[in-house]
């Protein structure tokens, strides 16, 4: 007797999620090989699958409408940043000569306090004030 049958992919979760057919309940799948082997399988463990089939896919339960999986907050629209650093810090020295003006101005630690806005879920815009007598404004684009 000449049969040949796909083999049998082991997914016992599959059965569940693809909701077996009631017919194949308790059922048995019986493979009979060339040389008249066979062998048995439950239908509650196996399923038949054809060879070159897309994989099965287990798909998770749908979630009642009762449920929520996502209970995140909405993001602030607005933050409130300290920042600090190290350079020019605005005190400027002028020396006078007969022909020469001597400017310098010195260095040290830089302070400042600085707002953004977002505009959407891309943009944003900012704006700060520095201690060394200096502001910014700035757009940024997230990604």
């Excluded at 994989?55 to 929520?68: F, G, H, I, N, R």
């Excluded at 302070?111 to 502001?135: A, R």
């Amino acid at each position: 007797m000449k049969y040949l049958i796909m083999f049998l992919f082991l997914f016992a979760s599959v059965a569940e999620a693809n909701d077996m057919p009631k017919y194949l309940v308790d059922g048995v799948i019986t493979v009979t090989l060339k040389n008249g082997k066979t062998y048995t399988y439950s239908a509650n463990e196996y399923m038949v699958v054809k060879r070159g089939a897309k994989k099965v896919a287990v798909v998770p339960a749908p979630v009642p409408a009762t449920e929520s999986r996502d209970t995140r907050e909405e993001p602030k629209k607005n933050r409130i940043s300290l920042v600090v650093g190290y350079g020019l810090n605005g005190k400027i020295k002028t020396e006078m000569g007969p022909s020469q003006v001597d400017v310098e101005q010195e260095k040290g630690a830089v302070g400042g306090i600085v707002l953004q806005h977002d505009l959407n879920k891309e943009y944003h815009i900012m704006g700060g004030v520095l201690t060394n007598q200096t502001g910014f404004l700035g757009v940024g684009k997230d990604f």
